[in-house]
């Protein structure tokens, strides 16, 4: 049997995707050496409300767009083609039948790791990946994460990541806010995520 193809799951609302996004990728891709990266943008996250939310199917080609330039970066659409919230537990029963030879990474934010018992059949998730967050060089949040993990009913030490995070001085509600304001935001995306942007006017209210 073929070696199994180690994937990294990254979700989020990608509204819109920015170059923090990209970079931390990266970082994941070669820190852990995968295979490749799926990015799965929420149709409707169960824990943010769909105030100034761009449509799915820009929050879909901004990141088609984003990550073009990247040949293990892919993108999915499977939380489109799901009915109501997105859970990440669903999510993934469904790539199980889509990649049957693989290991899952599931990759999230510092900030979600320590509600992560707060999440739909949580344990259900930690028995179906390798569960990676990363922290910034902050010797205090490095040990409440691990602290946390530690104690985190479910899971196998040996299936979870800590990395130390490269900084990301850029956040998508900042870049929102910006454009509202009629200020320059071309550094924070991608050129052709800015491009897109400005020419259908996302996010001008």
């Known amino acids: ?48 409300s769909s105030d100034n939310f761009a ?10 767009l984003a990550i073009s330039p990247f040949d293990k970066f892919e993108i999915s659409d499977i939380e489109f083609k799901l009915s109501g919230k997105s859970y990440t537990y669903l999510t993934l029963l469904q790539l199980e039948k889509i ?11 510092a900030d979600q790791i320590l509600h992560f018992d707060k999440w739909y059949k949580y344990k259900e998730i930690l028995s ?16 409440e994460i691990l602290s946390f993990a530690s104690r985190l009913d479910g899971l196998d030490m040996n299936k979870f990541k800590l990395l130390t995070s490269p900084v990301l ?31 259908r006017r996302i996010y001008n209210v």
């Open 1 to 48: 049997m073929a070696d199994k193809q180690k994937i990294g799951i990254f979700g989020g609302a990608f509204n819109p995707v920015h170059n923090g996004h990209i970079n931390l990728a990266l970082h994941y891709l070669n820190e852990l050496k995968l295979d490749k990266i799926l990015f799965i943008p929420t149709a409707c996250p169960p824990h943010k």
């Open 55 to 64: 449509p799915k199917e820009d929050r879909f080609n901004m990141l088609e």
């Open 99 to 109: 990649y049957t030879n693989a290991e899952f990474y599931l990759i999230i934010g």
């Open 128 to 143: 179906l990946v390798t569960l990676c967050t990363s922290a910034r060089e902050d010797e205090n949040e490095k040990a």
């Open 169 to 199: 001085k850029v956040s998508s509600s900042e870049i929102r806010q910006k454009i509202k304001n009629g200020e320059d935001f071309s550094s924070l995306v991608p050129k052709k995520v800015y491009d897109y942007i400005i020419k």
